[in-house]
């Protein structure tokens, strides 16, 4: 079994910066992927930035130029560095992760949460 804690949400004015940490701990073979998410009352969940186990990244378009997803893989930790915060960025933001495990599966896992909030 594999957990993923967050921390670093928190509420920050607008133009403010946050960076958010995840680490996963369990068995853990590799990682395929890991990355956030957010999700704003009554709405879907959405991809906000992901870093593939080769290095690529990909980001939701609303966030490009402002957030930045880095790894430390001896850790299993991923980051969000978030920059430019706007009231738009309110959400609870999620920690993803694909992770290989026992007989080369790859099962996904999220984390509990952490509410980001952005004042105007």
């Known amino acids: 079994q594999v957990q993923l804690v967050e921390s670093g949400g928190g509420l920050v004015q607008a133009g403010g910066s946050l960076r958010l940490s995840c680490a996963a701990s369990?068995?853990?073979?590799?990682?395929?992927?890991m990355g956030w998410y957010r999700q704003e009352p009554g709405k879907q969940r959405e991809l906000v930035a992901v870093?593939?186990?080769?290095?690529?990244?990909k980001y939701a378009d609303s966030v490009k130029d402002r957030f930045a997803i880095d790894r430390d893989n001896a850790k299993n930790t991923v980051y969000l560095q978030m920059n430019s915060l706007k009231p738009e960025d309110t959400a609870v933001y999620y920690c993803?992760?694909?992770?290989?495990?026992?007989?080369?599966?790859?099962?996904?896992?999220w984390g509990q949460g952490t509410q980001v909030t952005v004042s105007s």
């Open positions: 993803n992760a694909h992770v290989l495990g026992r007989l080369a599966l790859i099962n996904e896992y």
């Open positions: 369990g068995t853990i073979f590799g990682i395929n992927r």
């Open positions: 870093m593939f186990s080769g290095g690529s990244t």
